[in-house]
């Protein structure tokens, strides 16, 4: 591609997005150049702490643990409140327990600070992802979705390598920068973000109080009404599968390279990585992919998922690792988009919160069963079992989108129940989105960083 077509490329990417979802991808960008904790809590734990896998793992999944609480707390409260409220009370919070982890000694003392740290970081995504559904326009969202992402794994790219180096010189360091970038991030939200959530009384999606042709009112949401919608419910019980196997980045494979005998810093390069692919290949894929057929790109996604981390067990070097890290990156990178494009548009405007919230709850369980999984069988089997089950499960995903794509392509199979799924929820299919499984979000929330979170 020459010089000048990358550069016109570039400019419809991130061209037609309104000023305040850029005002949020700079706070996306501003937090993960902070996110030092999730990242190397595990390494943090059983390198400098001396704990075992199954400790780091107990902390892990209580990270998670308090990350599905508050999933579904925030989306109620993203509703109910506001995007904005919700946001600064997360990352207010966030910084207080990041700082406080760096502190707290007694192994008690840590399993429960972290488990706050997850409740409070976690508690930012459904907002975000909610308010980007709100701003911006239908046949922009994965675009938009697209670019936050890669925001977040710029700022990841950039983290992942500087933290491994820092470590050297102690971890409260780390603790300390994390907390300080998340409060210029709430400081940011707070001075440039104006609230976004639609107002019931709103005539329609996409326009204002004088347009025409106005929607009939939706019907209330409540999370009754999101776990009856069985569509979207397998989409997130598909996301929880992709989302297990994402979360060993942050848990099992630290633990395996100690194992080893490689450093924080050989870690840093690896999982870095992740960052610096996504960074250099996210926008251009987004441009292939975004009027695409979702179903084949998610299928090939979880199979390059697993076999990424099924690679994992022949590697022993920090280039085998980094290249094992390579090939499940790629399947994220088709993944996150594409699925988050999809969530927003099952979601119904009135009920972004909570949707987003149940979408964001895949993650939390994830990255709560995910650690301790994971550490148990490092434990008791060996890391090389960890990654042969990795690759199973990436297939079970493959073999799920299959059979959601056949089912949403035909109309049957996967039914929405009650009226509470997309034709009965006043959702509009919004044809230039594109982003429907058979139709023309990262990470997790877990001891890693929060694909699609800002905290």
């Not at 308010?131 to 992942?160: C, H, K, Q, T």
């Not at 230039?432 to 929060?450: D, P």
Request: hydrophobic share 50%; glycine share 14%.
């Amino acid at each position: 591609m020459s010089v000048v077509r990358l550069r016109q490329a570039t400019k419809e990417s991130v061209s037609g997005l309104p000023r305040a979802f850029w005002w949020l991808w700079t706070s996306t960008l501003v937090n993960r150049l902070g996110g030092f904790v999730a990242t190397f809590l595990a390494m943090y734990l059983t390198v400098d702490r001396g704990y075992s896998a199954m400790f780091a793992g107990l902390v892990g999944a209580l990270h998670g643990l308090g990350g599905a609480v508050s999933a579904v707390v925030s989306g109620v409260l993203t509703d109910r409140l506001g995007r904005r409220p919700t946001l600064l009370v997360s990352q207010l919070s966030t910084a207080v327990t990041v700082a406080v982890l760096g502190f707290v000694q007694d192994p008690v003392a840590i399993a429960v600070v972290a488990c706050l740290v997850g409740m409070t970081s976690n508690a930012s995504r459904p907002a975000v992802q909610a308010m980007i559904a709100d701003i911006v326009a239908p046949e922009d969202r994965v675009r938009a979705f697209s670019l936050n992402y890669w925001a977040i794994n710029l700022g990841f790219a950039v983290s992942a390598a500087a933290a491994g180096l820092i470590a050297r010189h102690g971890y409260l360091t780390l603790f300390l920068a994390d907390a300080g970038m998340t409060l210029l991030c709430a400081v940011i939200v707070f001075a440039r973000l104006p609230e976004s959530r639609p107002e019931r009384d709103a005539v329609g999606e996409g326009q204002g109080a004088a347009g025409v042709a106005a929607d009939p009112p939706e019907p209330e949401v409540g999370l009754g009404t999101v776990l009856r919608d069985r569509r979207f419910m397998a989409v997130v019980a598909l996301s929880f599968l992709i989302a297990t196997l994402i979360q060993q980045a942050f848990v099992a494979l630290p633990v395996a390279m100690g194992t080893d005998g490689l450093s924080s810093t050989d870690f840093g390069v690896a999982i870095a990585t992740n960052g610096v692919l996504i960074v250099a290949v996210q926008i251009p894929v987004t441009r292939f992919i975004e009027h695409r057929d979702p179903a084949p790109l998610l299928i090939a996604s979880a199979l390059l998922t697993g076999a990424g981390f099924g690679l994992t067990a022949f590697a022993g070097s920090v280039g085998m690792y980094a290249l094992a890290v390579a090939v499940w990156t790629l399947g994220e990178v088709i993944n996150s988009p594409t699925q988050m494009g999809l969530v927003a548009r099952l979601s119904p405007t009135h009920g972004r919160g909570r949707y987003q919230g149940m979408y964001t709850l895949s993650w939390s369980l994830a990255s709560l069963i995910a650690p301790l999984a994971g550490g148990a069988v490092i434990d008791r089997f060996g890391a090389d079992t960890l990654w042969a089950a990795s690759a199973v499960v990436g297939g079970v995903a493959a073999a799920g989108y299959a059979a959601l794509g056949r089912a949403m392509r035909s109309g049957s199979g996967v039914e929405d129940s009650g009226g509470s799924g997309v034709e009965g929820s006043g959702v509009r299919s919004s044809g230039g989105e594109g982003s429907g499984v058979g139709g023309s979000e990262g990470k997790g929330s877990g001891v890693g960083a929060g694909a699609a979170e800002v905290g």
